[in-house]
């Protein structure tokens, strides 16, 4: 992927991957780090889940199947991949794919929120349920996915897994009029802050975590 222009992020990022590397304590070391990649001064952040076999391959999260999908619908907003920032809660794949154990996400979700703090994105969007749960602990992401909620100063937009998508038309679709929304929240985010603020109730989503989703103020 073409590099990002240089930003003071960028050394604080390199740092951080570097102190993963060295970090013998994380699960899954026979598989390769798979830190992400982008533009480290980008308003949206997408997290994957883990790594799979092309990712885990490449050192580059979301390059297979998911990740074509993934690119398409970027493109499809008019964005490029190099504007925004890709990574994974688990940042090394867990063997045959299986899906990330409770104590693999605990064990990097410390880095992942370095990570977040370092790119201070105004969006976050976790791809998958995995991802949404760690920032939603109770939310179910057929209820939440397109939904809007604050985390900290953050908004935050579940999406369906583009892995989901792929095996279901109806996720899929779902997905696509979710993502189409991404521009029109990064546009309205000064907005919604003022009226966070000024405590207008109509159209701020409520304040985070949300433990049920079905509570929180849908602003599309
Ligand atoms: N699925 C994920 O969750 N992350 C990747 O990087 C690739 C597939």
């Not at 304040?207 to 079905?214: E, M, R, S, W």
């Given at each position: 992927m073409p590099q990002a222009n240089y930003s003071p992020k960028t050394d604080a990022l390199h740092n951080l991957k570097y102190e993963m590397e060295k970090d013998?304590?994380?699960?899954?070391?026979e598989s390769n780090l798979v830190f992400g990649e982008g533009n480290?001064?980008?308003d949206v952040l997408f997290i994957g889940e883990a790594p799979g076999y092309h990712e885990n391959m490449?050192?580059?999260?979301?390059?297979g199947q998911a990740g074509k999908l993934l690119d398409a619908m970027i493109l499809g907003l008019g964005?490029?991949?190099?504007?925004i920032y890709i990574t994974n809660i688990v940042k090394r794949r867990p063997p045959e794919n299986r899906d990330p154990l409770p104590e693999e996400i605990a064990a990097y979700s410390p880095y992942l929120m370095k990570q977040l703090e370092i790119i201070n994105p105004k969006i976050i969007a976790p791809l998958g349920r995995f991802s949404m749960n760690f920032f939603?602990?109770?939310?179910k992401i057929s209820l939440a996915q397109g939904k809007i909620f604050w985390w900290k100063d953050r908004l935050l937009m579940p999406l369906y897994h583009p892995a989901a998508a792929l095996r279901a038309t109806a996720v899929k679709d779902a997905l696509k009029v979710s993502f189409a929304k991404l521009p029109v929240v990064k546009k309205k985010y000064e907005e919604f802050v003022r009226d966070r603020k000024s405590g207008k109730p109509e159209h701020t989503p409520k304040?985070?975590?949300?433990?049920?989703?079905?509570k929180q103020a849908e602003l599309f």
């Open positions: 013998k304590s994380l699960p899954l070391l480290p001064d980008t490449q050192g580059r999260p979301f390059v964005w490029k991949r190099e504007d939603l602990p109770d939310a304040p985070d975590p949300a433990p049920n989703p079905k």
